[in-house]
Nanobody, 124 residues
């Protein structure tokens, strides 16, 4: 019902910035809360942050420490993850996800739709 496609991943130097985008299909995009997760092979998927349907509320994992910003443009059916001051430990596949809840929590089971992910690699 909802298709999510991430883009914007790539290779960046430590301390650099990257902006990820997640484009969604569907007329009801604005009805979904959106979240970002990341995963390293062999590790559990990790919550990064989430944003409410209107974009008025956001929550972040503690490790973000004000380095990342989530925003959404409902007119474009797109959610963004702006990442600054990147560290090698940020290297992972980043996923966007949609929940029928108005504001997603950190639990991955709260989300109903997932993108395919985009690789982010941060070199030292």
């Amino acid at each position: 019902q909802v298709q999510l496609v991430e883009s914007g991943g790539g290779l960046v130097q430590a301390g650099g910035s990257l902006r990820l985008s997640c484009a969604a299909s569907g007329r009801t995009f604005s009805s979904y809360g959106l979240g970002w997760f990341r995963q390293v092979p062999g590790k559990e998927r990790e919550f990064v942050g989430s944003i409410s349907t209107s974009g008025g509320s956001v929550r972040y994992a503690d490790f973000v420490k004000r380095r990342f910003t989530i925003s959404r443009d409902n007119a474009k059916n797109t959610v963004y993850l702006q990442m600054n001051s990147l560290k090698p430990e940020d290297t992972a596949v980043y996923y966007c996800a949609a929940t029928r809840r108005s504001f997603g929590i950190s639990y991955q089971g709260d989300y109903d739709y997932w993108g395919q992910g985009t690789q982010v690699t941060v070199s030292s």
